[in-house]
């Protein structure tokens, strides 16, 4: 499984760090970033992060 933010839909609210911060990071430009080589298996929290996002910016696949 991948995460995948899509940045011209994140607003920057910072659940999907919340949530999944072994994947998610709230980067200098605002925005949530895919942390790089984290893996959303072995994390277990992908999908709870992408239905928290208030604008579905995160996709899981
Ligand atoms: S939950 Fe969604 S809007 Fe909020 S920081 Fe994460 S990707 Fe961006």
């Given at each position: 499984m991948k995460a995948i933010v899509d940045l011209n839909l994140?607003?920057?609210?910072g659940a999907c760090e919340g949530i999944c911060p072994q994947v998610f990071r709230m980067e200098s430009d605002g925005l949530a970033h895919v942390i790089e080589g984290a893996d959303c298996d072995a994390a277990g929290c992908c999908p709870d992060a992408a239905e928290s996002c208030p604008v579905a910016a995160i996709a899981v696949e």
């Open positions: 994140c607003i920057g609210c």
